[in-house]
């Protein structure tokens, strides 16, 4: 299911689970939407905010994206269909309060391939770099799960993009290269 595009970012939501949708039933004032600019809320916005750490907790807790993010396990994602250089990129996302997306597991990889495809695109830059012998990921995570298609010389193309063909992984290229990108943003309620 699509959901309208604001300006360069293409969004892609996830289907609510019968849970989620009760949820959403029992507490409508969270339903407002989060402003753009994460970190900065109206007083209705902190005011959904607070119904939303109100409500139970529990397996099927809701959680929010802000316009233009779409919801993916218990993260956020957009799509930046403007080109730019690996470091651009980064500091794009930074602006946004989120980092370039990393890719934990092999579904997730797939999620933000399908989210590339959506926007239809063969590539996009995410976040693993290489620094001093080893790759890792931008936003600190671990480099558990790993998906190379090809490598290349690591000191030359420090930066690494997703290809959208089902069944690829990802690859390396010097980060002055123009690709979209995705961001990534852990939203908890």
Same mark, same amino acid.
């Given at each position: 299911?699509?959901?309208? /595009? ?21 507490? *409508?004032?969270?339903? $407002?939407? =989060?402003?753009?600019?994460?970190? /900065?809320?109206? $007083?209705?916005? +902190?005011? %959904? /905010?607070? /119904?939303? %750490?109100?409500? *139970?907790?529990?397996? &099927? &807790? ?18 930046? +269909? ?13 602006? #946004?309060? &989120?980092? #370039? ?5 092999? *579904?997730?990889?797939?999620? =933000? ?5 959506? %926007? +239809?695109? %063969? ?7 290489? =620094? ?29 993009? #997703? ?8 690859? +390396? ?6 690709? *979209? ?9």
């Amino acid at each position: 299911m699509e959901v309208p /595009v604001e300006s360069d970012a293409v969004a892609v939501e996830e289907p609510k689970s019968a849970a989620e949708e009760a949820v959403e039933v029992e507490a *409508p004032a969270a339903e $407002e939407k =989060l402003s753009d600019a994460p970190g /900065v809320f109206s $007083e209705d916005e +902190n005011e %959904a /905010v607070e /119904v939303a %750490a109100a409500a *139970p907790k529990d397996k &099927a &807790a809701r959680r929010f994206c802000p316009d233009g993010w779409f919801s993916y396990q218990s993260k956020c994602y957009m799509f930046v +269909n403007t080109p730019r250089s690996w470091f651009g990129a980064e500091e794009h996302c930074n602006e #946004l309060g &989120a980092s #370039l997306a990393s890719a934990s597991s092999s *579904p997730e990889y797939r999620y =933000l391939q399908q989210i590339t495809r959506t %926007a +239809n695109r %063969a590539t996009a830059w995410i976040g693993g770099f290489y =620094l001093q012998g080893y790759w890792m990921w931008i936003d600190r995570s671990g480099m558990y799960y790993t998906n190379w298609y090809s490598q290349s010389t690591a000191i030359s193309n420090s930066c690494m993009y #997703l290809q959208s063909a089902v069944g690829q992984g990802w690859r +390396n290229l010097g980060c002055g290269t123009q690709y *979209p990108f995705i961001c990534v943003h852990n939203y908890r309620c």
